[in-house]
């Protein structure tokens, strides 16, 4: 089985920073992508930023120029650093991994359990 751990989640101050983590472990043979994804009350879930093997990125319009994700691929880890936060920043935010898990070609999706941002003063 494959698990995803997610932490740095915590109470920030507007203009704040937090810094989030993922790490992956279990049958894992190669982690295609690695994507954070964030969930707001009344809301639905959405995109915020996700990275490929090549370690190439794309962001939500809304996080750009403030989010850095990256990739630790020797630890199966991904990151989200989250700079000059906003309330509407505030989320239960979810890291997911597409990977293979032998060398079929089959991919599959495994997600965290989610870790909560609160942007407030």
């Known amino acids: 089985q494959v698990q995803l751990v997610e932490s740095g989640g915590g109470l920030v101050q507007p203009e704040g920073s937090l810094r989030l983590s993922c790490a992956a472990s279990?049958?894992?043979?190669?982690?295609?992508?690695m994507t954070w994804y964030r969930q707001a009350p009344g809301k639905q879930r959405e995109l915020v930023a996700t990275i490929i093997s090549d370690k190439s990125t794309n962001y939500a319009d809304s996080v750009k120029g403030r989010f850095i994700i990256s990739r630790d691929n020797a630890k199966n880890a991904v990151y989200l650093q989250m700079n000059s936060l906003k309330p509407e920043d505030t989320a239960v935010y979810y890291c997911?991994?597409?990977?293979?898990?032998?060398?079929?070609?089959?991919?599959?999706?495994?997600w965290g359990q989610g870790t909560q941002v609160t942007v407030s003063s």
């Open positions: 279990g049958s894992i043979f190669s982690i295609i992508r």
């Open positions: 997911n991994a597409d990977l293979q898990r032998d060398e079929s070609g089959s991919v599959f999706r495994f």
